[in-house]
């Protein structure tokens, strides 16, 4: 079975700064997929970024990069020059490449302050 | 590319009614999936089709909860009869195939009053 914990329910960051939002998660599997969720309180679930278990480079988007260790199962998501527009809930998941359930975290609520 | 399209975007019924959610994936994508989002928790994942046929209904109540996929392409959730705790957002989700990166529509609010 797969878990995924995110230990911080809330976080705020100054406009401008950068933030590092937790995820542990617990596989047996050794292909599996890792991603982060941004959800908005529209509530539509847009897909930040995605890693590769296989890969050993960390994933990177634009202001939105990763720390994948893969030993330590740590998959932490950093956002750099925050915006007003990253203010939402932030939800970590994984998934196994031969199934197909998303597992999620329980989320973190973002707030990025003028 | 259009997204994964969901209707209604609201609805708000009484308890004991019943209620259908539309859902048309992203062309191509074999695999569709519906979730349930209570508020304040992550979504979990009612069933998941791969084509026409399930994969996983492991977490939907079946007693008041079904799906369909007729023809493999889009897919209707429905609830007969809803309970209070049904209000929740239902999101479908739609991939290439199993194991792919996931894409979620935006949602249908439910509230049972």
């Known amino acids: 079975a797969q878990t995924v914990t995110q230990s911080q329910p809330e976080m705020s960051v100054q406009e401008a700064e950068t933030v590092t939002l937790s995820c542990t998660y617990d596989?047996?599997?050794?292909?599996?997929?890792l991603f982060w969720y941004k959800q908005p309180p529209s509530r539509q679930m847009i897909l930040v970024i995605r890693?590769?278990?296989?890969?050993?480079q960390n994933a990177t988007e634009n202001r939105f990069s990763v720390n994948f260790q893969k030993a330590a199962k740590s998959f932490s998501l950093k956002i750099s020059d925050s915006q007003l527009g990253d203010t939402a809930m932030y939800f970590c998941?994984?998934?196994?490449?031969?199934?197909?359930?998303?597992?999620f975290g329980e989320g973190t609520q973002l707030t990025v302050n003028p | 590319e259009a997204g994964v399209a969901q209707s209604p975007r609201y609805k708000i019924i009484e308890k004991r009614q019943s209620v259908a959610f539309w859902c048309n994936p992203i062309?191509?994508?074999?695999?569709l999936y519906w979730y349930q989002q209570i508020l304040g928790q992550g979504p979990k994942l009612l069933i998941q089709?791969?084509?026409?046929?399930?994969?996983?209904d492991s977490q939907l109540p079946k007693d008041r909860f079904s799906a369909e996929r007729l023809k493999g392409v889009d897919s209707t959730l429905k609830i007969q009869p809803a309970k209070l705790e049904d209000s929740a957002v239902y999101l479908c989700?739609?991939?290439?195939?199993?194991?792919?990166?996931?894409?979620f529509g935006e949602g249908s609010w439910l509230t049972v009053v």
């Open positions: 989700a739609s991939s290439i195939n199993r194991g792919n990166t996931i894409y």
């Open positions: 596989t047996s599997e050794s292909n599996y997929y």
């Open positions: 890693q590769e278990a296989y890969k050993q």
């Open positions: 998941a994984s998934l196994i490449s031969s199934g197909s359930r998303l597992t």
């Open positions: 062309s191509g994508h074999a695999t």
């Open positions: 089709f791969q084509n026409n046929g399930v994969v996983d």
